[in-house]
């Protein structure tokens, strides 16, 4: 889950930033309304968490912007304002949801949590193939009914592939999906992942396989006459 955090107070924004990493999150920081419109255009985030009083433009006004131009990427305001006016307005321009500062880490991720489980949020409950279940709240993966423990890079591939089971993911959309913008990505490390996981996979009997189709992506599949397609093809 990629989210866009846009908060201009840099301590708060890093306690956030770390908080929601911890959980799993991968999180994109920035601090004026410019540089969250500019991350808003080129990546096609899960959430984003809104800071209202932004040193370029009342937050209120960007998101008014990105709910006029149709924009239907869950919300979540997070602001120092109080009071019931400013959260009718909050809601009135289009915020899934209001939460105020100071912030308990444990309320937030609920909340976000919550967010992407509506109607245009990308979470399920459960989520399954073959074998294999995928709690999104628990943040947890079962196998025949036994919790196996995953890094947590791992979790975020087999979450994106589970929600696109029997269709191709292009390497470069994981690429996206699992890198915030700060970090560099080595042009392995996704295949890195994906190995491991693959292994992790068959060692716990898993049903269902990670195929890697050359140049293209990765593609989860119960069939596992796939990868041998997939060479003789080439
Ligand atoms: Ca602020």
Redesign the pocket.
């Known amino acids: 889950m990629r989210l866009l955090l846009i908060?201009?107070?840099q301590r708060f924004a890093n306690f956030v930033k770390d908080g929601l990493e911890k959980e799993g999150f991968t999180v994109d920081c920035v601090n004026t309304a410019a540089t969250g419109e500019a991350a808003q255009a080129s990546v096609r985030y899960d959430a984003i968490v809104l800071?209202?009083?932004?040193p370029d433009l009342d937050g209120l006004e960007l998101l008014r912007s990105w709910r006029d131009g149709g924009s239907e990427t869950p919300v979540l305001i997070l602001?120092?304002r109080d009071g019931v006016d400013e959260r009718v307005k909050g809601l009135n321009s289009g915020s899934d949801d209001y939460l105020l500062k100071p912030v308990a880490m444990e309320e937030l991720v609920a909340r976000i949590r919550a967010l992407l489980r509506c109607p245009g949020g990308v979470l399920g409950l459960v989520i399954t193939a073959g074998n294999v279940a995928f709690d999104t709240t628990a943040w947890e993966v079962r196998i025949n009914e036994k919790t196996i423990s995953i890094p947590r890079r791992e979790m975020g591939v087999l979450e994106h592939l589970m929600r696109r089971n029997g269709r191709v993911v292009p390497k470069d959309v994981l690429e996206d999906k699992f890198y915030g913008f700060v970090k560099e990505v080595s042009s392995n490390s996704v295949g890195v992942h994906v190995s491991r996981l693959r292994k992790r996979l068959s060692g716990a009997d898993a049903t269902i396989i990670v195929h890697t189709l050359r140049g293209v992506g990765y593609l989860l599949s119960e069939d596992d006459s796939l990868t041998s397609q997939e060479t003789s093809s080439r």
């Open positions: 908060e201009d107070h800071d209202l009083g932004l602001t120092a």
